[in-house]
Structure formats: C-alpha cells, structure tokens
C-alpha cells in the first residue's frame, strides 16, 4: 500500500457511524448491512492491532421542537427504522436541549486517531506500508510493475486525489470541504453519547472536543474559513451558550457523488486497474461494507451492484 502520509478525509471525519439521515429521520440503502458488516470488520482488526477502535457512544439528536418530536415517533414505527430510532427520549444534562433527544440505537463512533495509528502502525511492521506518493508516470501498466514492485492488480483508493489520477481523473467525484473544530469547554457535558443538533460534539480527550462538520461545495481552497469556524462557533452556542475556546480548526475534502452511492469497478482499458471512490460524507460507516463488495468482484468474479458500479456512469 502506498500512502503520501497527508492528512486525509477519513482522518479529520468525525468518526461517527449512524445509520440515519438526521435532518428527516430516514434511512438510506442497505444502513444495516453497513454497520453489521463494520462491527464485524472492526472485531477481525482488533486481532492484528490489539485494539476495537469501536466507541460506543449513541448519537443523541437534540429536538428543534415539538413537531420534530411528533416526526421522530411517527417515523420510529417505520418498519426501516424502528430498530434506529429509540422511542424514549432523553433529557441531556450540561446542554441546552429543551425539547429532550432522541437516541439513534446501533450508533456508534470510530476512534478515528487510535484506528489509523494503530492500523498504520501494523501495516508499516509488516512491510505492507510505502510511505511515499504514488508517482502515476512510474506505472508500467502492460508489465504490471510500478518502479520495483510486480502487481496483479493495483487498486486507486485515493479520495478527491483521483484528480491527478490519468486513469481515473474521469469519474464524477466532487469535492465537499468540511471543517471541524477543537475546543475546550468551561464545563463537561455527557461523556459517553455523541450529541448532534446542528452538528456532532463529543469528547476527544478529558478537557478537549470535536464539534463538525460543515458541508460547502463552493470555497475549496485547502485554507481554513473563517465564515466556516464562526458557522461552528454559533451551532455550538445553541446548545452550549457557556463559555469556551477553540483551540484548532481542520478541513478535508469528502470525495462526493450526485447519487450519494460509492464509485467501485475495473478500468474500461486496463484490466488491472481498479477504483475505490466517492464515499461522499459516510466513508467511516460504508467504506468497509463496499470494500468486500470490490474484493468479492476482483477475486471472486461476482458482479458489482449496479447501484455502485462504475459502469452506470457509461
Ligand atoms: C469534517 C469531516 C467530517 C466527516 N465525518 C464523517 C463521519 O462522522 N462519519 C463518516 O462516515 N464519514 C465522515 N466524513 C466523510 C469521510 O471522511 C469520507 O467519506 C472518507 O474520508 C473518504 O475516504 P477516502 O479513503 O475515499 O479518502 P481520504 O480519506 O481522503 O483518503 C485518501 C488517501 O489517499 C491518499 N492519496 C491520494 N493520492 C495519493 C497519491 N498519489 N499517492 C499516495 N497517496 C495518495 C491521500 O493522502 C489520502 O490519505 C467526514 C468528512 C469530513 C471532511
């Protein structure tokens, strides 16, 4: 595997896996399968690192109002989600949550940090792990060898880095940036939930947390915006009006596509060229499930779903 070692995505995403879309309280295609199939994963990579960076910490959605109420219990008996929306609401200490929360059951975050280091660290020991950018220029696709490694199959996995990709610069990613905050709060809020109104605040460390992210299709410089810190500034004083600091501010770019579904398949020319993109603002929660997807086709020969083959772009 080779890795330049940048920031990415999936390393400044919040980590969370939730099975709901929680502006309308709906479901979205094969969400079980996604995180069963994720719990499972995660329980196989503890035996390589010693660690489940499972953090079992449910999404409590703070109610704007009544009405959200009615529409949590009116949905909660959805035969789709009524293994996902828990029926009973919460009152959440420390936050300001007038109209309780609802608990997303099956929800639950990934130790961001701790699962790429750890799972880093494994790969690097095993002599799995090139630290350097892949140089396109370098691969010899008709004798499948790149510089001194033979492969039979190279697979692109690169978020919106497939922008520099010749082989794949084609496939219709578009980048959404997203910021997140740090910040030190002057007093501590419920530890083991993960609470969302306008967007996710949980704990990172004893005295620090995460509050993000935003969504914008329009900035994509790689700076920090200032509107995008003060739009999570303001979201977090809705339901934490005491005071506190904002110690760091990051961003990544979410590979995203028009129909929300993963972008999986085998180059049209070079059959040992395979990609593994668009996992848009749930890659944490669907990159496992449409990884075995990919292998199943790659070394199994089972057809891709349609609904993320690469193909429904011909
Ligand atoms: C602020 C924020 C919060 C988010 N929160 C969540 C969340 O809570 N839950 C969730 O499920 N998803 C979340 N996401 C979305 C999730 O992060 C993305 O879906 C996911 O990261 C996409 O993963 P990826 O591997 O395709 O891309 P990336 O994570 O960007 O990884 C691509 C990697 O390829 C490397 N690369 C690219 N080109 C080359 C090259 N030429 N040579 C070597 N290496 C290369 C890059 O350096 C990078 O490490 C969030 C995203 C953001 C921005």
Redesign the pocket.
């Known amino acids: 595997m080779?890795?330049?070692?940048?920031?990415?995505?999936?390393?400044?995403?919040?980590?969370?896996?939730?099975p709901v879309v929680l502006k309308k309280f709906t479901t979205f295609w094969k969400a079980q399968e996604q995180i069963d199939f994720l719990k499972n994963s995660l329980q196989e990579i503890e035996e390589y690192t010693g660690r489940n960076y499972l953090i079992d910490a449910p999404i409590h959605r703070i109610f704007h109002d009544e009405n959200e109420q009615k529409l949590w219990l009116k949905k909660s008996e959805n035969d789709e989600l009524i293994s996902f929306l828990d029926k009973k609401f919460d009152h959440l200490k420390g936050v300001k949550n007038d109209f309780l929360s609802g608990k997303v059951n099956q929800s639950a975050?990934?130790d961001v940090n701790g699962f790429f280091a750890g799972l880093f660290y494994f790969l690097e020991n095993k002599g799995f792990l090139v630290k350097?950018?892949?140089?396109?220029s370098e691969l010899d696709t008709k004798n499948a060898v790149y510089k001194n490694f033979h492969f039979q199959n190279m697979l692109?996995?690169?978020?919106?880095?497939?922008v520099?990709?010749p082989f794949f610069s084609d496939i219709p990613v578009n980048p959404?940036?997203?910021?997140?905050i740090k910040v030190k709060l002057s007093h501590s809020i419920p530890e083991n939930i993960t609470i969302k109104k306008k967007h996710?605040l949980f704990p990172l460390s004893e005295e620090l947390y995460f509050y993000?992210?935003?969504y914008d299709r329009e900035q994509l410089d790689a700076q920090i915006d200032h509107s995008a810190v003060e739009q999570l500034r303001r979201g977090l004083s809705e339901i934490y009006p005491a005071e506190l600091e904002i110690v760091d501010a990051?961003?990544?770019?979410?590979?995203?596509v028009k129909d929300r579904r993963p972008i999986l398949g085998r180059h049209s020319e070079y059959c040992n060229l395979y990609v593994?993109?668009?996992?848009?603002?749930?890659?944490?929660?669907?990159?496992c499930y449409f990884a075995k997807s990919l292998y199943d086709f790659i070394e199994e020969d089972v057809p891709l779903p349609a609904e993320v083959s690469l193909d429904r772009f011909k």
């Open positions: 080779f890795s330049e070692g940048k920031r990415s995505a999936s390393q400044v995403s919040a980590g969370i896996i939730n975050r990934l350097e950018k892949f140089v396109y692109f996995c690169e978020g919106m880095g497939v520099n990709n959404n940036k997203g910021h997140h996710f993000g992210g935003t990051n961003i990544g770019f979410r590979p995203t593994f993109n668009g996992l848009g603002a749930r890659g944490i929660l669907n990159g």
